[in-house]
């Protein structure tokens, strides 16, 4: 059921503003609310309509647990005959450009999986409906006064514009396809990866273990993305088909196409103090890097699990809105968001150098990386969210 925002908050005070209600924004919501705090949740969440939503999103163990927590997590539910909206991945297989090879396994790290694929549609819909029966968050569209402002807007964010925080901006040359595809072959659960002519491409496993569908994110030249969105099809599907190698079969395209332009950004100061509170930004407001490690959204929800933390811990005579209270929340996230930006900014570079000593010499740096187990492990253990 979806949230329907009210157009004012009458007569009550709130502790909280959150702008932006996405799924950044909502968790955050429900998180505060769990610190008894009055939460105004301002915007409408974007409508989830299965079957013409092409994203998928890799979430990794840290994310599970916390919607877990707040019971979003989706859940399939009994019914033998429903397409699980939330698929496994056992292992990750990823190609290089000159037959560098790195695998990753979820026996090898002992979990149950390496990530996990979920359907946007369901994703929201679960989130909507633990806001709507939460009774310390209420739904508005327009942002009231509060102790705390959190931005969740997005990279386009025009709450962060308005109060001058500089947000750094660095555009790739390439768009993101994002698409479903229909394969002729299960996907075993694998999440798949080639680097290969400059190119990204990742498919992610969906519709549970025994599953033949999959999402296509491709990061390619942005003039190459358009001509595939206006062409027919099969067109696009035959092109992934034949950069996988044919690895999955034949396959077909499952409704259209979208695409994005890709960029590395982020906000120089993640905090203001403003005449009427305290100001913080989380999510995509704060940052945005390259998919090729799929952490956009892990990277999201780790802002707003760090700063629903501050607030729990904080003195008890320390107002929301204080900005020494803000800074511990800066501090603990800027430094983990920069490196994983640094990581996604290297790799694409990297990758998209056509010398082939480069190239000789990062498919040789992949495949030793797959003989090196600690460092693998470790690598492993970073994307799945878990320290050591």
Same mark, same amino acid.
């Given at each position: ?211 033949? *569908?999959? +999402?296509?994110? #491709?990061? %390619?030249?942005?003039? $190459?993305?358009?001509?595939? @969105? /206006?062409? =027919? !099809? ?30 590395? *950004?982020? +906000?120089?100061? #993640?905090? %203001?103090?403003?005449? $009427?509170?305290?100001?913080? @930004? /989380?999510? =995509? !407001? ?103």
């Amino acid at each position: 059921m979806a949230i329907t925002p009210t157009s004012a908050a009458g007569t009550r005070r709130f502790d909280v503003c959150i702008r932006g209600a996405g799924v950044v924004g909502q968790t955050l919501a429900l998180l505060l609310a769990r610190e008894r705090l009055r939460v105004a949740l301002v915007g409408t969440p974007r409508p989830a309509h299965a079957g013409t939503d092409v994203r998928a999103y890799a979430l990794n163990a840290a994310a599970k647990d916390l919607l877990t927590s707040l019971r979003a997590w989706p859940d399939d539910g009994d019914a033998a005959d429903a397409i699980p909206s939330v698929t496994p991945v056992n292992r990750m297989a990823v190609w290089g450009d000159d037959g560098g090879e790195l695998n990753f396994s979820a026996a090898d790290q002992r979990s149950e999986a390496l990530s996990w694929i979920v359907d946007v549609p369901a994703l929201e819909r679960r989130l909507a409906d633990a806001v709507r029966f939460q009774g310390s968050v209420e739904c508005l569209t327009e942002p009231v006064p509060a102790a705390l402002t959190v931005v969740c807007e997005g990279k386009r964010s025009s709450t962060r514009a308005e109060l001058g925080l500089e947000f750094e901006v660095k555009p790739y040359p390439h768009k993101a396809i994002a698409a479903r595809l229909r394969c002729g072959q299960p996907h075993g659960g694998v999440a798949r990866q080639w680097f290969s002519q400059g190119e990204i491409m990742a498919l992610l496993p969906l519709e549970g273990d025994t599953g033949n *569908s999959v +999402a296509l994110v #491709w990061s %390619v030249p942005a003039q $190459q993305a358009d001509t595939w @969105l /206006a062409a =027919d !099809a099969q067109t696009l599907a035959d092109a992934v088909q034949t950069r996988c190698g044919q690895a999955l079969g034949e396959m077909q395209l499952q409704g259209p196409a979208q695409a994005w332009p890709l960029e590395l *950004s982020r +906000a120089r100061r #993640w905090i %203001v103090r403003t005449p $009427q509170g305290g100001v913080a @930004l /989380a999510g =995509d !407001a704060a940052h945005a890097m390259h998919p090729l490690a799929g952490q956009g959204l892990n990277v999201g929800l780790a802002d707003v699990a760090e700063l629903a933390k501050v607030i729990h811990e904080r003195e008890y005579w320390r107002e929301l809105g204080d900005l020494k209270l803000l800074r511990r929340y800066e501090r603990a996230r800027q430094a983990e968001v920069g490196a994983m930006g640094w990581l996604t900014d290297g790799l694409f570079g990297l990758f998209g150098q056509a010398d082939t000593r480069v190239q000789a010499l990062r498919n040789w740096g992949m495949s030793g990386v797959d003989r090196l187990g600690p460092l693998k492990h470790w690598l492993a253990r970073q994307a799945m969210g878990q320290a050591g």
